[in-house]
């Protein structure tokens, strides 16, 4: 069965860093493109960031140069490394792998809340 | 990175159809057929229902169908049923300098 679970989800304070981590299983992890996708509370979804198989990484503008995302394939996993956070980042932060054009699993997110 | 354009909401009753339109650009919908589809009930992560305009994943009922004019794709609903109820959120791969937009989601209400 096809698993992610992400972690790392917190209350910060403007300004801080977080990292979220994805942990899969169930699927050969290095075969797939992933992606970072987030909800905020009440609010659609926007997409946050993709690196492919290849090491190929996207970001969306909201986000460029304060997230950074990684993959270790040694240890089927995806993290996003968040710094100098904002109010408007607080969301639900989901990974999600995509194939064929789909993001066709995901996980069930991790909360992260930037207030003061 | 603009998201596309979806209705805020789209009402049927049980065992009718209803099409949620989703409007992207010339850069996204327009350009690609890299659009897919989800389903998001309260509280749980989006489903995939359709990908490349209209493809269904392995799984997903037939009730549901997507299609692509221009710049506007829809997601057509059959047989609407309660279990319905749901947020639906299309999406469009953006090419190298957006790579994926949303909509901004779609509430459909089972009367």
């Known amino acids: 069965e096809v698993q992610l679970v992400e972690s790392g989800g917190d209350l910060v304070q403007p300004g801080e860093s977080l990292r979220l981590s994805c942990a899969a299983s169930?699927?050969?992890?290095?075969?797939?493109?992933m992606n970072w996708v987030r909800q905020a509370p009440g609010k659609g979804l926007e997409w946050v960031s993709h690196?492919?198989?290849?090491?190929?990484?996207y970001y969306a503008d909201s986000v460029k140069g304060r997230f950074t995302i990684s993959r270790d394939d040694a240890k089927d996993s995806l993290y996003l490394q968040m710094n100098s956070l904002r109010d408007e980042d607080t969301a639900i932060y989901y990974c999600?792998?995509?194939?064929?054009?789909?993001?066709?699993?995901w996980g069930q997110g991790t909360l992260v809340t930037v207030s003061s | 990175q603009s998201a596309l354009t979806q209705p805020a909401s789209v009402s049927g009753s049980p065992g009718q159809s209803i099409t949620i339109s989703c409007t992207g650009t010339?850069?996204?919908?327009?350009?690609?057929?890299?659009v897919s589809w989800y389903q998001q009930h309260p509280g749980e992560a989006p489903k995939a229902l359709v990908y490349?305009?209209?493809e269904r994943p392995s799984g997903v009922s037939i009730r549901f169908s997507g299609s692509k004019s221009g710049n506007t794709a829809s997601l057509t609903i059959s047989g609407l049923q309660t279990e319905d109820e749901a947020d639906y959120y299309c999406?469009?791969?953006?090419?190298?300098?957006?790579?994926?937009?949303f909509g901004g989601g779609t509430k459909v209400t089972v009367l």
């Open positions: 999406c469009s791969y953006g090419g190298i300098y957006s790579f994926w937009v």
């Open positions: 999600a792998r995509d194939i064929n054009w789909v993001f066709n699993a």
């Open positions: 690196i492919s198989t290849d090491g190929g990484i």
């Open positions: 010339n850069s996204d919908i327009g350009n690609h057929n890299h």
């Open positions: 490349e305009v209209s």
């Open positions: 169930g699927f050969m992890f290095s075969d797939y493109p």
